[in-house]
């Protein structure tokens, strides 16, 4: 093991009062009966096949548009445009926000092979089309309606509210849509907890709900085609079927499987590790790296879960996760009980080890984000040859250190303790390519998987570019949202 502080080189000593891996030791002791658990089977989802669902779904209902007349209503100009332009904003709006539940739902079939990072930065997308076409659809929509009674946007939408069913709903969903379209905005989702961030976008639901009325009775393109009806429910359906079947199914799956804490150990500063196990674990596939959201059923942590990744291979013998002290339901997590129970959602993630097809690996770590590095390290083989980087304050801050030493000797790989302050390494980038090259020779034929804060990540990729590691071959695991 290198440890590399500018200013000093100090071996790791413990921290004070941890038990580093003591309890660890007693889960994971190898054990004849202990078996590693099965892994996820592989996705066989190919991405041109996906595709073409939500290309058919958008070319059919465009085609609906087409059919009514909409292109030559845009081209006609006047009330007609406006019109024309606020039908097309609506069926795109719909549809946006059809796909953005369907994805924040985390249908298996697409995280297992997306991951949810993937999921939700293609949710966020479908979100941001969602918001700026309802504002169009609404305006268009309404500034046509009051052009038609002879008056004004304000006469069109007061006639609309006061006289069309539906529309005070829809009003309502649209005022929803936009304040959580600025709730996630990442300037303002900095400003505000991450739960009040949560309940106001779980009102989303609840929006696309009050919008569907008037798209039945108002829509054009709908309200008057029996065909285009029949297709509405249609779509309107099947998201209802996915949505509760993804997110009901998960929870009920967590509901049935038996999960307890078996005990709690210190492992670094602010650092602790909740080792889990129960009848559960008989009925789990679940791969290094993965995580799994973790709701503890006590009397302040029942009614929300977090999302922890697994920090060691999962055994018959149980689950460990590695948990940062960040704010007061993880600090609550390690004070946990032996015999309390949890329910586990997941697992999650396309964070393993089969991304790298058995490549070798550089492995980098920054602060917490060892969990799923350690977890992912034990499931490498040899052949890979496992260079882990971690990046911690002090020796102190670093967790399961014997075991990664231990886990690299026996995979004949090496680790390196990048410690100190963030200035000293600032004359000596050690993310620079040229570092890179010099510790690691062959890094442009390895692929690399990162977990650490957001500096880290891009210091990395960008080090990483440069040293000739293509991107796909640069995974990386977000402990933010
Ligand atoms: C995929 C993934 C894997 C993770 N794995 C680990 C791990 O192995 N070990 C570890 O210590 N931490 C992990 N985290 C981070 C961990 O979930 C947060 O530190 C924890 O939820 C903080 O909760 P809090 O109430 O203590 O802190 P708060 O102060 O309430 O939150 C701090 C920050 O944590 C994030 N956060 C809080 N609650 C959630 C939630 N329910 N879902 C997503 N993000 C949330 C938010 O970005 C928030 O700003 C992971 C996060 C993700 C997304």
Redesign the pocket.
Known sequence: MSILSPGRSASPAPAPGARPGAAAGATREPNRTVRRLPRPRASRLRTGDLLALPWFVTLVTVGLWVRHGGVTALLSGGTDTLLSIGQISGLIAALAAMGGLILSSRPRFLERRYG?DQLIAAHRWFGIVTVFTVVLHAVADTWAWGAATGGTIVTGLVDLLANEAWMVAALVGTVLMVVIGLSSWRRLRQLM???TW?FVHLTGYLAVLLGFGHQLTLGADIATDTLALWWWWALAIVTVLVVTYSRLGDLLRSLTRRFYVTAVSREANGIGSVHVSGPGLARLRVAGGQ?FNIRALTGDLWW??????V?AAPTTAGLR????E??????RMLQLKPGTRLLLEGPY?VFTSEQAHGAPVVLVAGG?GI??IRALLEDCGPHQTPVVIVRVHDEFDLAHKIELERLVASRNGSLHVLTGPRQWFTRTDPFSAQTLRAWIPDVASRHVFMCGPASLESAVMKGMRKAGVPTAHIHS?????
């Open positions: 949810q907890p991450y739960e949560y995580f929300q879960a977090h999302p922890y990744s920090s996760f590695t948990v940062k960040l704010g007061e339901d993880s600090t993630g917490v969990a799923p695991e977000r402990f933010g949202v």
